[in-house]
């Protein structure tokens, strides 16, 4: 009888309570060193079966106020830095047009 090993997981493997990743557009540039990010996700109704699209507002960490408003950028989970922003940028994957 072979045991397989669920506690060795290798390095590369996620961590159980790895901070969260969304991508999201920029919707709000106006507060000094904050961006508010509209994130929507795609999930399928329990009951109908069709997908339905649920968005969030985040509050996201700018330090240098380089967000403008229809940016994609990708923001990660981080820890609370004010009352409602816990979310800081990663990357900005597409700029404006």
């Known amino acids: 009888m ?7 997981a290798s390095p590369s493997d996620a961590r159980p309570n790895a901070r969260k990743v969304r991508e999201g557009l920029v ?5 000094d060193k904050t961006a508010v990010v509209e994130v929507v996700d795609r999930v399928r109704h329990r009951r109908y079966d069709k997908t339905v699209q649920r968005s ?12 403008r408003i229809g940016d994609r950028v990708r923001v990660q989970e981080t820890r609370p830095l004010s009352k409602l922003k816990r ?6 994957l597409e700029r404006a047009r």
């Open 2 to 8: 072979a045991e397989t090993d669920t506690q060795g």
């Open 87 to 92: 979310w800081r940028i990663v990357e900005i």
């Open 27 to 31: 919707v709000s540039d106006r507060q």
């Open 56 to 67: 969030k507002r985040l509050h996201v960490h700018d330090e240098s106020n380089e967000l």
